[in-house]
């Protein structure tokens, strides 16, 4: 203290009994070092437990706060104009903060000007605010600060039970807070942020959280990812083994690198370390994309799970913003359309958010209609042995499901009716860009048109001249983009054919004698029914056991026994 003023008057009932003593204070001042100061009234009753009642306005420069600085707080600058009334009870003098805050019914105003800080991992500055405390609820109104150089605006909060924070190893808190940025970096929150003034403290204070915040986020940046208009209605609840967070979130626009999504919509949930997403839904590739999933984070790779449903798909959108999918052989150059996609994936990421390959797995059910195949390398290659022009296939409709495990894309049996020629076509995609075409079609099909092909479409779509009818040309094609093999006579894929034929030979066989013999069973005509199989019937049976004797070359027979039995 470098200056106390005050006068005082002291009145007692008992001279010799200091718990009979009331004083009160007035005009009082004190300065501490240069600029705090405090001016106001104080009365005490009862010097023993003293009952303290304050009414004081006052000063407080925050350099001049140094002795409160520790391990995780170091205060700079700053001022806290204040308004203090209230009351509190001391059971003896010795009690400190915490029995003043246990005793005390505050009621005060803190006008905080250009405050800068740092706490824990996170540098505050120029924080202007007014908090009000009243008693046990702490409001915080207009606040606006720098927290790691973003910049918070116009955030108001409602914190109650905030005593808890000094009295308890455990606190609990319940916050509601209301919030905007203008911009986030959130690499700078997350990311743990230098200060050689302090030092990392053992010691971590973990309170119980019940929390409802809402926050408006005019640009979100974190890594790669950019948001704009971005709303979060939170409810959390922490403690120090779980937390549950329940989040809903809005954004008009989602970037990442050159994947873009509009109108997005979320619902999720945080327990413990998995975040589950219930629902959500934006528009991305030119449709509609509508799903659910989660994600764990780790400490070495983040797991996730996605089942999407994607309406309207524009084929090309897709491939060039997802990068295509960082693979060569099918690119945005080379495919045109619109598509629906069925898709259940799951698989892990780097913590630089790149996608492990070897970890995925994924089924997807597509559809794509008027599609287009322009200058695809592997069909190209097909020229040289086909009589067609392969550098624009243009097909109506194509339905499959594609499975990807261990980094393969395997590419079950479909029909191809194209402009240029009808096939069909299986095989596998290996992530590592390359692939194993197995193609099949008809030689029939090779007579029906020049390579002009235009008599290949007709007012009903694209028509299918692979009838059962007719020899069929296997071929495959395999390779690397760049270095494509062909082998015209596939005989893999013609034993598989063949095989297929013969199963489907057999059930069809099969069929056709159920059929067959449930016809037969039905056909009552051959049911003949007489009068008389409805009368009981007698039956006799009658046999004789004989002996068989020789007497002088003459054979005779010898009754022995005789059995008669009847039955109806």
Known sequence: MSKVNFSANITTENLSDISKYNIEINDLQVNYENNSHINGKVKLQNLISPIINLDIVGMVDLHEMAFLNNDNVQINSGQIQLEL???????????????????????????????????????IKELNTTALINNDSLKIQ??????NEQYLQNADATIIKWKNLFLSDRPFLQVNLNANMPKLVLDSLIKKQDNTQTKPSGAKLQPIILANANIKIDNLIYMTVGAKNLTLNTHIESNATNQFIKVEMASDLIKYNLFSANNLKLNGRMISNKFIIDKIDFKAFGGNINGSGYLVPGEQKNDFAIDFIANQININRLFTEMENF?????????????????????????????????SMKATAVINIKNGELINFEPLMGLQKYINR??????????NNTLYLSDQIVEIPEMAILSNVIN???????????????????????????????????????????????????YVRVYGKPGNYKYELFDREQRKISRQEAARQEQENIKTNIKAEMNNFSQDTSLLIVRPEDNKPKAYQI?????????????????????LNIEWE
């Open 326 to 358: 960082n693979q060569k052989i099918l690119t945005d150059k080379n495919i045109r359309g619109i598509t629906n996609i069925d898709l259940q994936a799951r698989g892990s990421f780097t913590k630089e958010w790149k996608i492990i390959k070897p």
């Open 142 to 147: 207009t606040l606006n600060c720098k927290i």
């Open 542 to 562: 009658e046999w004789t056991n004989t002996d068989t004797q020789k007497v002088d070359k003459k054979t005779y027979t010898k009754p022995k026994k005789k």
């Open 389 to 398: 022009d392969f550098t624009h296939i243009k097909f109506g409709e194509l």
């Open 85 to 123: 009334k209230g009351q509190t009870s001391l059971p003896n003098w010795y009690g400190g903060l915490k029995s003043i805050l246990v005793m005390s019914d505050i009621n005060s105003k803190l006008n905080i000007q250009s405050a800068n800080f740092y706490i824990a991992t996170y540098n």
């Open 423 to 473: 096939i069909k076509v299986r095989g596998k995609h290996n992530l590592n860009n390359e692939i194993d075409y197995h193609l099949a079609v008809k030689a029939r099909e090779l007579l029906h048109q020049t390579n002009n092909q235009t008599d290949n479409v007709d007012d009903y779509g694209y028509i299918n001249y692979d009838d059962t009818r007719g020899i069929t040309l």
